[in-house]
């Protein structure tokens, strides 16, 4: 796998997303899933900045997967930098419905604290605002708190995967059918018993004809 670790250092920006997609379908192939993680996160350090969502989503993904809930949410937060919401809605609508899935309330509140925090970053990294900017940046604010509110009462009222404190599930009753062992299980420790209980049955019998 060095040569693809090599690969991925040398080769110009334009394939560096080509060849970490094939190292990573190595790796998993020889390796399992969880030893792509450290492959995942030298991408989002070394891929350029266009190719880092794209990257960002599989890895997510591929967390949720397993069941990772946290790091996929730590994933999509990490990657949110680079993805100004004007730009590309459809990063923020992927993270969105993760937390309508997996997240609550607070988890949602702080998602969208962090899509304002990011769009205010880049409409502030502009040299000059017109009047016409400043407008249009106030209805995306509002647009932002109104999809919020919204986010929040599906999330209260859509059923959980993870909700079991929310709605408990009924302990699932499971039934024992005793069998017989077959006599091959235990071979002649069956017949060793057998013989011990018939001996001592025997002498049981003789010793109370002594008796009488």
């Known amino acids: 796998m060095a040569i693809f670790d090599r690969a991925t250092r ?62 996929s949410r730590a994933i999509y937060q990490y990657v949110s930098q680079y993805c100004p919401p004007t730009k590309d809605p459809h990063y923020w609508e992927v993270w969105k419905q993760f937390e309508i899935k997996h997240g609550n309330k607070e988890t949602v ?25 400043q407008m249009q940046n106030l209805d995306e604010e509002i647009e932002v708190k109104e999809d919020e509110e919204k986010t929040e009462m599906e999330v209260e009222n859509l059923p959980k995967e993870n909700g079991e404190e929310e709605k408990p599930e009924e302990e699932e009753k499971i039934e024992i059918q005793q069998k017989e062992v077959p006599t091959a299980v235990f071979g002649s420790a069956i017949e060793h018993v057998e013989v011990s209980t018939e001996k001592k049955g025997a002498k049981e019998r003789l010793q109370k004809r002594k008796k009488n």
Do not use: C, W
């Not at 040398?10 to 394939?15: A, F, H, P, T």
């Open 10 to 71: 040398s080769v110009v920006d334009e394939y560096k997303i080509k060849v970490y997609t094939i190292y990573i379908q190595r790796a998993t192939e020889n390796f399992g899933v969880t030893r792509t993680r450290k492959i995942f996160e030298k991408a989002l350090q070394n891929l350029p900045i266009e190719n880092v969502r794209e990257m960002g989503l599989r890895y997510a993904s591929l967390e949720r997967r397993l069941g990772e809930i946290d790091r």
């Open 109 to 133: 509140k702080e998602m969208f604290r962090i899509k304002r925090s990011v769009a205010a970053t880049f409409s502030g990294s502009l040299v000059t605002e017109t009047a016409g900017d």
